[in-house]
């Protein structure tokens, strides 16, 4: 008990604590169910991240990003009870997931790293195989370089081998390399000496050539700046910078004295006029001549307009292009109508012309010119056979080459052929040189 007056104070103290004290409790509840849905709320939203994360293209990403979900995950406070399994059996769930990619990634980079192992061991086996064969020439170096810097960019295009082996494996193809490119470097300063011989002889042969240039004995000069030609073609290369300059020289000489002697002779053409005759009398039968079903015995015919063509002598000088073009277009309509095959009438046609160089002047200048051209053709197709054959070999380890390989077959085969024919004219030459 207390005092009678102080009763309704203290009561009305008491239940007025009593009430704010409730009101506490009831203001706590509600915060803390707000608080509880926001969580939720958060986690929903960090859920639908880590689902996003399974369209993700770049599985290394999307699990870095996965590990900092999972913290945030782990920051955040409770949710509702009744929410908390299903949320974090929803967010186990894209993990799992997740993982599941990431584990498979990594067994298919592992398959993958092995799968470059083997390929750039092929690739340094190649390697070492080409560093045990020898090589004498430009053409045999040039062909296996193309094939080294071939192997060379395809090892760019494979990845990475396993950790374990990668340092190691790329020793061994870079040990590979410097052993071709060493010995291919040797072959050349051997190659360089040997130039700067060969340059020195055909210097000696230029001096030999300009010493004859003015003579006028005509049939011994001759002789032996033939014999000098033929010593000029026994010499190997020069070096390139100087092969140019040095081969101007030596037929700068030689051609000197040939013009020279062809000038002189033109002007003891007594008959040159009554060759220009015979010459339009022979352009006007041409002219009539017409082509029929017989093959075969219009060939013959246009042969022997052709032999007796080249068996008139010189005409006039001021006459002479202009009556050969005629000729020359005329003989060359008529083997257009023949019906043969065109590789032939290239043949006879090539013939034809380069035995005039025998009946004109200057023959031996034509004839190397002539046949310097060939030869310069030849290279060319050499070079372009020995890379498509390279080619052929690189298609055979791609995919769906066939047709690839089919149409550089193709290529081949008809350089081969424009290459027999080249040979075939250069016989041609030496016989009508001899």
């Not at 996003?52 to 990403?61: A, G, M, Q, S, V």
């Not at 396993?162 to 060493?182: L, S």
């Not at 009438?345 to 380069?354: D, G, L």
């Amino acid at each position: 008990m207390v005092p009678q007056n102080e009763v309704k104070n203290l009561w009305e103290t008491y239940h007025h604590h009593v009430e704010k004290f409730y009101d506490y409790v009831n203001i706590n509840r509600e915060l803390r169910d707000l608080d509880l849905k926001k969580n939720l709320e958060t986690k929903i939203e960090i859920c639908e991240k880590a689902e996003e994360l399974l369209l993700e293209t770049n599985i290394k990403k999307a699990f870095n990003e996965l590990q900092v979900l999972h913290d945030q995950f782990r920051e955040v406070g409770p949710v509702p009870k009744e929410s908390k399994d299903d949320i974090w059996n929803r967010f186990k769930e894209a993990t799992t997931k997740i993982n599941k990619r990431h584990q498979e990634y990594f067994l298919s980079l592992k398959e993958e790293q092995k799968n470059n192992l083997q390929a750039k061991t092929l690739i340094c086996e190649k390697l070492e195989e080409i560093n045990t064969n020898s090589y004498v020439n430009h053409k045999d170096w040039k062909a296996v370089t193309d094939e080294v810097l071939g192997l060379q960019q395809m090892w760019k295009t494979i990845g990475f081998a396993p950790k374990k082996y990668n340092n190691t494996i790329y020793e061994r193809f870079r040990v590979a390399c410097d052993e071709f490119f060493n010995r291919k470097k040797e072959f050349y300063g051997a190659v360089k000496e040997e130039q700067n011989n060969n340059l020195q002889l055909k210097t000696e042969l230029c001096i030999q050539a300009e010493a004859l240039k003015d003579s006028t004995d005509w049939k011994n000069t001759t002789r032996e700046l033939i014999n000098l030609q033929k010593e000029w073609k026994k010499i190997g290369p020069v070096p390139r910078k100087k092969s140019d300059v040095t081969w101007k020289r030596f037929r700068s000489a030689c051609d000197e004295f040939f013009n020279n002697k062809e000038e002189h002779f033109k002007t003891l053409g007594s008959k040159q006029e009554e060759n220009l005759k015979q010459k339009e009398i022979l352009l006007t039968e041409l002219e009539s001549f017409k082509t029929g079903d017989d093959a075969k015995s219009d060939l013959n015919a246009l042969k022997s307009f052709q032999k007796r063509w080249a068996e008139i002598g010189h005409v006039p000088i001021e006459k002479k292009n202009t009556i050969q073009d005629k000729y020359r277009e005329l003989i060359n309509s008529k083997f257009d109508n023949l019906n043969i095959s065109k590789e032939e009438k290239n043949i006879v046609q090539f013939k034809a012309r380069v035995e005039t160089f025998s009946k004109g002047g200057g023959s031996r200048t034509k004839i190397n010119e002539e046949r310097e051209k060939i030869v310069q053709k030849m290279r060319k197709l050499e070079n372009d056979i020995t890379v498509w054959e390279n080619n052929i070999g690189f298609f055979n380890n791609s995919k769906n080459a066939e047709s690839l390989i089919k149409d550089v077959e193709k290529k081949i085969d008809k350089a081969k052929t424009e290459l027999m024919q080249l040979k075939d004219q250069i016989k041609m030459l030496d016989k009508i040189e001899n």
